[in-house]
Structure formats: C-alpha cells, structure tokens
C-alpha cells in the first residue's frame, strides 16, 4: 500500500482497445454497461481522433506519452530499421505481434518520459507501452506471453479473452495492494474478436462488458478501502474498426515486378530491395533500397522509383500514398482526387500547417488551407474522410525510422492477405476516418472539448496536480 494517504486523487484509465465509440454508446444506450453509463452521467461519452496509424502499439503512445507515435520512435506496428540499431535483430525489422513486444519499451525515445513516470506510485497491465510503471506490468513476463502467443497464433480469438481474464485478475490483486496514484488497464478481446467476427458483433459487444466488469471491479476495491471518493476513472480507445472484404497481397504485387522484398514473416530474404512492413493491416510503410543507413527525400528517389509509385497509385486496395518530400513537406496522392502537398512550419505548440493542393484535391479538405494551428488542423479534417490528415501525416511519414512510400489502404481493402492467423472481416490502421476515431469516457465535465487521444496525458497531469516542462503534442481538456 502506498505510504502517502494524503493524495487522494487516483486516476484508472482503461484502454477498450478496437472499441467504436458508436459500438460503446449503443451498448450503454441499451443499459448493458451500467458502470461506464454512470461515468456517463458524471461527465460525457467524446469521440476523439487516435494517431496514426491506427493500430495497437503505436496508437498507445498518445496516451501513455501525449505524443504522438513516431514521434518517439514507434512509426508502425512493423517497422524496417535502416540506422541498425535494433539489438537480437538480424534483419533489423520490428514485429510487435509478436515475440518484439518485449522491445517496445526499449524502442522508444528515452528522453520522452511515460505517464507512468511521471505520476508514481503506478501500475500497468495489458498494456502495449509500461515502462515506468512502478508496480509491475502484468501480462508482459514470459509466462503471459507465452500463453498469449499460443492463442494468437492458433487464431483463437476466445482463448485469448481467456488469458486476459486471467491477467486482469492478477491486476486488480495488485491494484488493491498497493493503491497506485495512476493505473492503466488494457483490455484487448474486443479488437480480437473483431476482426474474426465484425466490430459491432455479438461475441464483441460481449467482450465489451469486459471493460464495465473492470470498472466495477476497481470501484469495488475502492470502496472496500475506503478510498472510492478519490478514484477517478476513464476509457479511452485506442483505434476504430471498420469492414473489408478484400484482402491485397502487396507482399506478392512487388515480388511480381522483380523486387527482392524483405516482409514478415520471412525475413531472410537477400539482397532485398524492398522491405514491406504491413500493420493493422490497413496500412503499410514501404522502404526502398534498404540497404542505405539513412532516409533519402522523395526527390532523389524518383528516377528510379516513381514508375513503381505510380503503379501501386494505380491499385484498387490504394487509399492514399505519402512520401516525404523533405523534413518539413509531404505529398499525398490519390488515384482519383489528385496530389496535395502539406507543410510543416515551426515546432512545438506554435506549429502550422498548411495545405496546398497541387492537382485536385486528395484528402477533401475543400482547397488550399494556410497556417492552420493545431486546433484548426483538427477541425479542417472534420468533414474529410481522413481524420485529422494534416497533422498526422506531416508527423509519420518524414520521421526518421518511417518508410519511403507511406500506404493507407482504401475503405474495405487490407494489404496482407497472407500469413494472418485469423481471416479478417474488420480491418484498421488506415488514415480512414472510421479507423481513426476512438471514444473518450469522462467521469467529470472538461473545459475544452478533447480532440486527439494525445489530450489525455496532459490532462491526467493536470486531474492529478502533477506539473511538468515536459512538452506533448497534446493539450489539456481541463484549460
């Protein structure tokens, strides 16, 4: 138990990881999540916009961290690593799916601090990104993920909820010892279950009482010790989900075109040069010449790559395609709606963004759009079909460890038909609005309306009277 009786703000955020926030309101709307209905009633159900790409790992920086995912060295659920430095790597290529969950804490930038160590005593569990927790991060030892892995792999969606059942126990054993001042519990069934059943299926909806039985758990415990007044809890999601149909094997379009491609999960493939990394799997970092140590800008890349740019434009599971035109610029293509440029002026919270269309109008944001802040960048993309476009795409696709070409796959397409487990029928990932935007549960009113899940650090901050200089590239909903 923790020592200090004299804080009595706690703050539980729960991770409803796959989770669409019209999927949550309807099931509480029906009286089937009695304990997220009261925080309901308490604050307000938000619908905000995740980073992308849109997918588990990356889309748990923003709220562990207040950054956003490549920001701090997690640009995609895989990822090629053309610096060399990834250790226990031959082919220097990252697979969270599996045994490299282990690497994530390690991979990402050390000097941006977590929420966790930021706000101590903590505790972690389920959760994609611990490092800090002081407390323990149950389900990430070699006895869970072992167990995990055997359900994952197998495609057994159910057995997995089996062993995060498991793991949630060994949690709320742990929360009611040590009564952390931050805990985040992540329940991952619903994002399973969907893509092998729909998003808005039964057997999903099921697994979402999951996420209310741990609410009401932890409140239990709360009252039980006496410390119920002070225990503030939020959900929060961490992608959305959307229906496919039609499943792309990009890996076996480029080997088609006579490219030597270095893709999971085969990845001994020599003299690659093409490394294709695929996650959600909607969408897909492309890196070419892998054999270089060091990103080049599109300009330079273009003579002998823009042929194969513009036939993969020409797919039909394309959406989108990016490429970093340099650190501060970059050019989104679509087939039909053209190609735009988006640029990336000062830093910090004092960035902005504009949007300059060069022939058409890809990400439909209705023209030219100048010196937008970060708010306004937000509200540009509220009618799009590309969630909060401008900002996301200008911060993935020039980082340093992102691929060259930057594919967000079209509505009802993935781009990884082979090697899954499980047959999809829902997909994420994409730059897709319906992939991209998450729900917020709030115990208490805010005043300023969230827009990104990058909101929730600085805000937890600010819930639990906790100051920092540390700069995030979100804002508290509390001012």
């Known amino acids: 138990m923790s020592d200090d009786t004299t804080v009595t703000t706690r703050l539980l955020l729960v991770v409803a990881d796959g989770v669409r926030p019209d999927v949550l309101a309807d099931e509480m709307d029906r009286g089937n999540l009695p304990a997220m209905s009261r925080l309901r009633e308490r604050g307000a159900l938000h619908t905000v916009s995740t980073s992308f790409p849109s997918v588990t790992g990356p889309a748990y920086a923003p709220f562990v961290m207040g950054r956003h995912p490549a ?14 430095s990834l250790p226990w790597s031959h082919a220097q290529a990252r697979s969270y799916s599996g045994i490299d969950i282990w690497h994530v804490d390690g991979d990402l930038d050390p000097r941006s601090p977590t929420l966790y160590d930021l706000v101590q005593p ?25 167990r995990a892995g055997w359900a994952h792999f197998r495609g057994d969606a159910h057995a997995w909820r089996r062993v995060e059942q498991a793991a949630v126990r060994e949690f709320f054993r742990r929360f009611t010892r040590t009564r952390p ?13 969907s893509h092998a059943f729909g998003s808005d299926s039964a057997v999903v909806r099921t697994a979402i009482g999951d996420v209310d039985a741990a609410i009401t758990r932890a409140q239990v415990i709360a009252t039980a010790g006496g410390w119920a007044d002070g225990l503030r809890i939020w959900v929060v999601g ?9 499943h792309d094997d990009l890996h076996g379009w480029l080997s088609g075109r006579g490219h030597q491609v270095l893709a999971h999960p085969k990845l001994g493939t020599r003299g690659a040069d093409v490394a294709l990394m695929v996650g959600g799997n909607a969408m897909g970092h492309v890196y070419l010449e892998p054999a270089r140590r060091s990103r080049a800008w599109w300009p330079s890349l273009t003579t002998r790559w823009q042929t194969t740019l513009d036939a993969m434009l020409d797919r039909p599971s394309t959406g989108l395609l990016a490429v970093a035109m340099g650190a501060d610029t970059v050019r989104v293509f679509h087939q039909r709606d053209g190609v ?8 910090g919270h004092d960035a902005r963004w504009s949007y300059a269309p060069i022939d058409g109008d890809p990400l439909q944001l209705g023209g030219s759009l100048p010196e937008l802040d970060a708010n306004d960048a937000w509200l540009a993309g509220a009618a799009s079909p590309y969630a909060d476009a401008l900002v996301q795409l200008s911060t993935l696709v020039p980082s340093p460890r992102a691929g060259d070409i930057v594919v967000s796959a079209a509505s009802g397409w993935d781009l990884r038909s082979r090697y899954e487990p499980t047959p999809h029928v829902s997909t994420h990932g994409a730059l897709l609005r319906e992939q991209m935007l998450v729900p917020l549960l709030l115990d208490g009113p805010v005043t300023r309306l969230p827009q990104r899940t990058t909101d929730v650090v600085p805000s937890a901050l600010d819930l639990l009277g906790v100051t920092t200089d540390v700069m995030f590239d979100g804002r508290s909903f509390f001012r």
């Open 238 to 246: 961490d992608h959305g989900h959307a229906p496919v149909s039609e």
């Open 71 to 84: 920001s701090v060295g997690m640009p995609g659920l895989r990822w090629f690593d053309r610096a060399r």
């Open 181 to 193: 001042l931050l805990s985040m519990l992540g329940i991952l069934s619903p994002d399973k279950l």
């Open 122 to 146: 903590s505790l972690a569990g389920l959760m994609m990104i611990a490092r800090g927790a002081t407390h323990g991060r149950v389900g990430r030892g070699i006895g869970w993920s072992l």
């Open 340 to 347: 735009a440029d988006i640029v990336r002026s000062h830093a």
